[in-house]
Structure formats: C-alpha cells, structure tokens
T-cell receptor, first 117, second 113 residues
Framework: AQSVTQLGSHVSVSEGALVLLRCNYSSSVPPYLFWYVQYPNQGLQLLLKYTSAATLVKGINGFEAEFKKSETSFHLTKPSAHMSDAAEYFC???????????????FGKGTLLTVNP | GAGVSQTPSNKVTEKGKYVELRCDPISGHTALYWYRQSLGQGPEFLIY????????DSGLPNDRFFAVRPEGSVSTLKIQRTERGDSAVYLC???????????FGPGTRLTVL
C-alpha cells in the first residue's frame, strides 16, 4: 500500500524567504509523485510531477522538487516566497504502472503555507 | 478551454436523505476519478471510471455510495441515506488517458445536518 507523509501541517515564512515543504512517501513500486496546490475555495492545481525522468522537477510559479529514492522523499522548494504563494499544498503518490493500474492518487494531509509580509 | 465543473458547489441536506453530485469532465477525457476530502485531510480516492465502466470502486466506503457514468462523459455520485459523517468536499478529476495528469474540479461541499 502506498502512503504519503507531509511533515508540518502548517509552515510560516516571511516574504522573500526560502520555502521548504516536506514530503516522504512509501511505495512498493517505483512511484509517480505529485505536488498540488489548493487556494481557498478553488480546486487542486498541479504544481509539478515526477514520472521517472529527471530527479529534479521544475514546476509552475517557481517551485521545484527533487526525487530522492534513498530518502524516499520529494520535498517542494521555492527560493523566494511571494504573498501569492499562501495556500495549502498536497503531496501525492500513484503507482508507476502495474499493467492496468489506474493511477489513483494517494494524498498526504496537506501543509498550509502562510507568507508574512 | 473549460475545465472540470461540478454541481452543485454546495449542498446541505438532512440525515437520511438522498443526494446526487454531478461532475462534468474536460471534453474528451476518458478517465474520471472521484475523491472525498474531509476537514483537515487530503483527498481520498473513491472510484475511477475508464469510459463508461467503473474500473476501480475500492474506495467507496459502503454500499450507500454509488456512481455512474452512462455515456462516458458526465458522472454522478449518488449517496443514499446520508449520515453526518458523509459531510465533506467531494472532488472530481479527469484525465485524457489513464496515465495522464488529473485535472480537478472545484468540488461540491456536502453538509449533512
């Protein structure tokens, strides 16, 4: 069974500071990994995804994440936080592909990011 | 282009009532997923459709929950005899293929009084 652990339900940073949101996964097969962002009263929006190509993945809005198999981690970073980055962030995992896999996503509990002026 | 849409955006019902939640996927997307997001939690998988058929319904919590996608496009999630514990945001996602990126709708917030 797959699982995702997001360390820190709430992260607070100052505008311009480094953003680091942690995600560790458990999977019995090589995974696909995702970061989604959810703004208030909006649906989930894909930030970036890892699908076994480059281990450093760049996404939208200046975010990136690095897949580290040895640490079973996929932490999300952004060099300089903007006020508009305030949102909830979800890490998710799916089976790479058993034959016939449907790629359903298993999500972490989310990390709420606040950005202070 | 149009994204995934869900109606209603909010639904308040009484315990024991029947509700239907609708999802309109992105045109041409063959795969459709339903998830449920309880307060303070990440979304949890309910059911997956490939075309018209439910390929995986392992996430449905019990037999009060049922979903259909009769023409391979719009899907309806049906909940019978609602309970207060069913209160959550129900999310729908679609993807072009089973391996494709899932695009989420804004969700339906269900409140059972």
């Amino acid at each position: 069974a797959q699982s995702v652990t997001q360390l820190g339900s709430h992260v607070s940073v100052s505008e311009g500071a480094l953003v680091l949101l942690r995600c560790n996964y458990s999977s019995s097969v090589p995974p696909y990994l995702f970061w989604y962002v959810q703004y208030p009263n909006q649906g989930l929006q894909l930030l970036l995804k890892y699908t076994s190509a480059a281990t450093l993945v760049k996404g939208i809005n200046g975010f990136e994440a690095e897949f580290k198999k040895s640490e079973t981690s996929f932490h999300l970073t952004k060099p300089s936080a903007h006020m508009s980055d305030a949102a909830e962030y979800f890490c998710a995992v799916s089976d790479l592909a058993h034959l016939g896999s449907n790629y359903k996503l298993t999500f972490g509990k989310g990390t709420l990011l606040t950005v202070n002026p | 282009g149009a994204g995934v849409s869900q109606t209603p955006s909010n639904k308040v019902t009484e315990k024991g009532k029947y509700v239907e939640l609708r999802c309109d996927p992105i045109s041409g997307h063959t795969a459709l997923y339903w998830y449920r997001q309880s307060l303070g939690q990440g979304p949890e998988f309910l059911i997956y459709f490939q075309g018209t058929g439910a390929a995986d319904d392992s996430g449905l919590p019990n037999d009060r929950f049922f979903a259909v996608r009769p023409e391979g496009s719009v899907s309806t999630l049906k909940i019978q005899r609602t309970e207060r514990g069913d209160s959550a945001v129900y999310l729908c996602a679609s993807s072009l293929t089973a391996r494709g990126t899932q695009y989420f709708g804004p969700g339906t917030r269900l409140t059972v009084l």
